[in-house]
């Protein structure tokens, strides 16, 4: 079956950086638009970003605007997340998920059809 396996995760100390990793299996990754959301102790799984299929168009919340950057590679069947900046309310879980191309949106958790299982990004204040 389809595997989304995330890596990259760790503690840093505020101002830091991480990249996180998303490596697809049994996916045609080209086929897919993917994203990254988070989700921090007793809140709600919340949007981080998401990348195009080609990569050519990003989208972000405006918590991380600025200081994230999503790219992917279709030839690794990867999506990255590198976070700079990073802050201590960045701290959570992050997962990745894929989401069709068409009819999509990036905001509605129901619509990604496969997720990771996550790792944690913990920020040191």
């Known amino acids: 079956q389809v595997q989304l396996v995330e890596s990259g995760g760790g503690l840093v100390q505020a101002g830091g950086s991480l990249r996180l990793s998303c490596a697809a299996s049994?996916?045609?990754?080209?086929?897919?638009?993917m994203a990254w959301f988070r989700q921090a102790p007793g809140k709600e799984r919340g949007f981080v970003g998401a990348?195009?299929?080609?990569?050519?168009?990003?989208t972000y919340a405006d918590s991380v605007k600025g200081r994230f950057t999503i790219s992917r590679d279709n030839a690794k069947n990867t999506v990255y997340l590198q976070m700079n900046s990073l802050k201590f309310e960045d701290t959570a879980v992050y997962y990745c998920?894929?989401?069709?191309?068409?009819?999509?949106?990036?905001?509605?958790?129901?619509?990604?059809?496969?997720w990771g299982q996550g790792t944690q990004v913990t920020v040191s204040s």
């Open positions: 990348i195009n299929w080609s990569g050519g168009s990003t």
């Open positions: 998920a894929a989401i069709g191309r068409f009819g999509r949106n990036y905001f509605k958790i129901g619509d990604y059809e496969y």
């Open positions: 049994r996916l045609t990754f080209s086929s897919y638009d």
